[in-house]
Protein backbone atom coordinates (compact mmCIF):
# COMPACT_ATOMS: atom_id res chain seq x y z
CA UNK A 1 0.00 0.00 0.00
CA UNK A 2 2.93 2.45 1.04
CA UNK A 3 4.62 1.50 -2.81
CA UNK A 4 1.16 2.31 -4.24
CA UNK A 5 1.33 5.89 -3.17
CA UNK A 6 -2.07 7.92 -3.26
CA UNK A 7 -3.53 5.22 -4.12
CA UNK A 8 -2.59 2.97 -1.92
CA UNK A 9 -2.80 5.59 1.22
CA UNK A 10 -6.30 5.19 1.26
CA UNK A 11 -5.98 1.46 2.58
CA UNK A 12 -3.12 2.29 5.49
CA UNK A 13 -5.47 2.92 8.26
CA UNK A 14 -7.15 -0.64 7.96
CA UNK A 15 -4.21 -2.32 7.34
CA UNK A 16 -2.70 -1.31 9.77
CA UNK A 17 -5.64 -1.92 12.60
CA UNK A 18 -5.59 -5.80 10.59
CA UNK A 19 -2.13 -5.51 11.47
CA UNK A 20 -2.95 -4.70 15.39
CA UNK A 21 -5.26 -7.73 15.29
CA UNK A 22 -3.02 -10.16 14.06
CA UNK A 23 -0.62 -9.02 16.94
CA UNK A 24 -3.19 -9.37 19.31
CA UNK A 25 -4.21 -12.32 18.78
CA UNK A 26 -0.22 -13.67 18.42
CA UNK A 27 -0.28 -12.42 21.89
CA UNK A 28 2.35 -9.34 20.94
CA UNK A 29 0.26 -6.10 22.55
CA UNK A 30 3.26 -3.81 22.17
CA UNK A 31 3.29 -4.10 18.42
CA UNK A 32 -0.58 -4.13 18.45
CA UNK A 33 -0.38 -1.32 20.09
CA UNK A 34 2.29 0.65 17.63
CA UNK A 35 -0.06 -1.15 14.27
CA UNK A 36 -2.98 0.37 16.18
CA UNK A 37 -1.28 3.99 17.22
CA UNK A 38 -0.22 4.22 13.21
CA UNK A 39 -4.22 3.67 12.79
CA UNK A 40 -5.09 5.87 14.91
CA UNK A 41 -2.76 8.66 13.62
CA UNK A 42 -3.90 7.91 9.88
CA UNK A 43 -7.85 8.19 11.23
CA UNK A 44 -7.18 11.21 12.50
CA UNK A 45 -4.93 12.88 10.35
CA UNK A 46 -7.65 11.84 7.79
CA UNK A 47 -10.72 13.24 9.50
CA UNK A 48 -11.68 9.33 9.72
CA UNK A 49 -13.50 9.61 13.10
CA UNK A 50 -15.39 6.54 12.81
CA UNK A 51 -12.24 4.60 12.32
CA UNK A 52 -10.54 6.32 14.80
CA UNK A 53 -13.41 5.35 17.53
CA UNK A 54 -13.27 1.87 16.63
CA UNK A 55 -8.98 1.65 16.90
CA UNK A 56 -9.35 3.58 20.23
CA UNK A 57 -11.89 0.79 21.44
CA UNK A 58 -8.95 -2.09 19.81
CA UNK A 59 -6.41 -0.05 22.25
CA UNK A 60 -8.29 -0.14 25.20
CA UNK A 61 -8.74 -3.72 24.74
CA UNK A 62 -5.01 -4.32 24.52
CA UNK A 63 -4.96 -2.09 28.39
CA UNK A 64 -7.97 -4.18 29.82
CA UNK A 65 -5.97 -7.33 28.59
CA UNK A 66 -3.07 -6.39 30.87
CA UNK A 67 -5.41 -5.62 33.52
CA UNK A 68 -4.58 -1.52 32.96
CA UNK A 69 -8.24 -0.66 33.48
CA UNK A 70 -7.77 3.20 34.07
CA UNK A 71 -5.91 3.28 31.05
CA UNK A 72 -8.86 1.29 29.23
CA UNK A 73 -11.05 4.08 30.88
CA UNK A 74 -9.06 6.44 29.30
CA UNK A 75 -9.14 5.63 25.87
CA UNK A 76 -12.80 4.38 25.88
CA UNK A 77 -13.86 7.83 26.79
CA UNK A 78 -11.99 9.31 24.05
CA UNK A 79 -13.22 6.50 21.39
CA UNK A 80 -16.76 7.47 23.19
CA UNK A 81 -16.07 11.43 22.71
CA UNK A 82 -15.24 10.14 18.96
CA UNK A 83 -18.37 8.33 18.18
CA UNK A 84 -21.01 10.04 20.69
CA UNK A 85 -22.04 12.83 18.20
CA UNK A 86 -22.63 10.23 15.01
CA UNK A 87 -22.20 6.88 15.82
CA UNK A 88 -24.60 6.07 18.38
CA UNK A 89 -23.90 2.02 18.11
CA UNK A 90 -19.74 2.93 18.69
CA UNK A 91 -20.60 4.91 21.55
CA UNK A 92 -23.01 2.89 23.30
CA UNK A 93 -20.16 0.04 23.04
CA UNK A 94 -18.00 2.03 24.91
CA UNK A 95 -19.88 3.05 28.05
CA UNK A 96 -20.51 -0.87 28.47
CA UNK A 97 -17.07 -1.72 28.54
CA UNK A 98 -16.31 1.67 30.70
CA UNK A 99 -18.99 -0.28 33.23
CA UNK A 100 -16.82 -3.50 32.58
CA UNK A 101 -13.78 -1.43 33.87
CA UNK A 102 -15.35 0.11 36.62
CA UNK A 103 -16.49 -3.75 37.71
CA UNK A 104 -12.90 -4.71 37.48
CA UNK A 105 -11.82 -1.88 39.84
CA UNK A 106 -14.05 -2.37 42.53
CA UNK A 107 -16.01 0.72 41.49
CA UNK A 108 -19.74 -0.39 42.02
CA UNK A 109 -21.77 2.82 42.42
CA UNK A 110 -20.29 4.28 39.18
CA UNK A 111 -20.70 1.12 37.42
CA UNK A 112 -24.73 1.06 38.76
CA UNK A 113 -25.29 4.45 37.60
CA UNK A 114 -23.30 4.06 34.43
CA UNK A 115 -25.15 0.62 33.63
CA UNK A 116 -28.72 2.15 33.85
CA UNK A 117 -27.53 5.31 31.20
CA UNK A 118 -26.20 2.22 28.64
CA UNK A 119 -29.25 0.25 28.97
CA UNK A 120 -31.03 3.29 28.31
CA UNK A 121 -28.95 4.18 25.26
CA UNK A 122 -29.13 0.50 24.28
CA UNK A 123 -32.92 0.40 24.36
CA UNK A 124 -33.25 3.56 22.48
CA UNK A 125 -31.44 1.95 19.74
CA UNK A 126 -33.64 -0.97 19.92
CA UNK A 127 -30.50 -3.54 20.35
CA UNK A 128 -32.27 -6.33 23.16
CA UNK A 129 -29.03 -8.81 22.97
CA UNK A 130 -27.30 -5.81 24.31
CA UNK A 131 -29.38 -4.30 26.53
CA UNK A 132 -29.54 -7.40 28.45
CA UNK A 133 -25.73 -7.85 28.24
CA UNK A 134 -26.32 -4.52 30.16
CA UNK A 135 -28.67 -5.72 32.28
CA UNK A 136 -26.81 -8.38 33.68
CA UNK A 137 -23.24 -6.06 34.25
CA UNK A 138 -26.59 -3.60 36.06
CA UNK A 139 -26.71 -6.99 38.45
CA UNK A 140 -23.29 -7.73 39.27
CA UNK A 141 -23.18 -3.94 40.19
CA UNK A 142 -26.29 -3.93 42.51
CA UNK A 143 -25.21 -7.44 43.90
CA UNK A 144 -21.96 -6.44 45.23
CA UNK A 145 -23.36 -2.81 46.75
CA UNK A 146 -25.57 -5.45 48.84
CA UNK A 147 -29.00 -4.29 46.61
CA UNK A 148 -29.68 -8.32 46.66
CA UNK A 149 -33.33 -7.62 45.24
CA UNK A 150 -32.54 -5.04 42.71
CA UNK A 151 -29.88 -7.55 41.01
CA UNK A 152 -32.51 -10.37 41.18
CA UNK A 153 -35.06 -8.29 39.74
CA UNK A 154 -32.76 -7.61 37.25
CA UNK A 155 -31.55 -10.66 36.14
CA UNK A 156 -35.16 -11.78 35.93
CA UNK A 157 -35.40 -8.52 32.80
CA UNK A 158 -32.39 -10.08 31.40
CA UNK A 159 -33.25 -13.41 31.39
CA UNK A 160 -36.79 -13.14 30.00
CA UNK A 161 -34.63 -11.17 26.81
CA UNK A 162 -32.41 -13.83 26.35
CA UNK A 163 -34.94 -16.45 26.41
CA UNK A 164 -37.27 -14.49 23.74
CA UNK A 165 -33.52 -14.02 21.47
CA UNK A 166 -32.90 -17.69 22.00
CA UNK A 167 -29.81 -16.97 23.66
CA UNK A 168 -29.27 -20.00 25.97
CA UNK A 169 -25.84 -19.47 27.12
CA UNK A 170 -26.73 -15.93 28.64
CA UNK A 171 -29.20 -17.31 30.15
CA UNK A 172 -27.22 -20.45 31.72
CA UNK A 173 -24.86 -17.03 32.48
CA UNK A 174 -28.01 -15.43 34.41
CA UNK A 175 -28.91 -18.19 36.24
CA UNK A 176 -25.27 -18.76 37.81
CA UNK A 177 -25.39 -14.66 39.35
CA UNK A 178 -28.34 -15.40 40.42
CA UNK A 179 -26.30 -18.47 42.48
CA UNK A 180 -23.59 -16.67 43.63
CA UNK A 181 -26.32 -13.96 44.93
CA UNK A 182 -27.89 -16.96 46.86
CA UNK A 183 -24.96 -18.11 47.90
CA UNK A 184 -23.74 -14.17 49.65
Do not use: K
Not at 34 to 41: E, G, N, V
Amino acid sequence: ATRLGAAGEQYLSWLYTIQGFAYDGLGQLRAATDAYLRARAICEQRGEWNAAARVEHNLAYLAIAQGHYRAALRGLQRSYDLAAADFPHIAAHARRDMLECYLALNRYAEARDLAQQVYEQWCALNAQYEAAVTLVLLATAEAELGHDEAARATLDRAEAIFAQLGASAWIMTVRLRRGRIALR
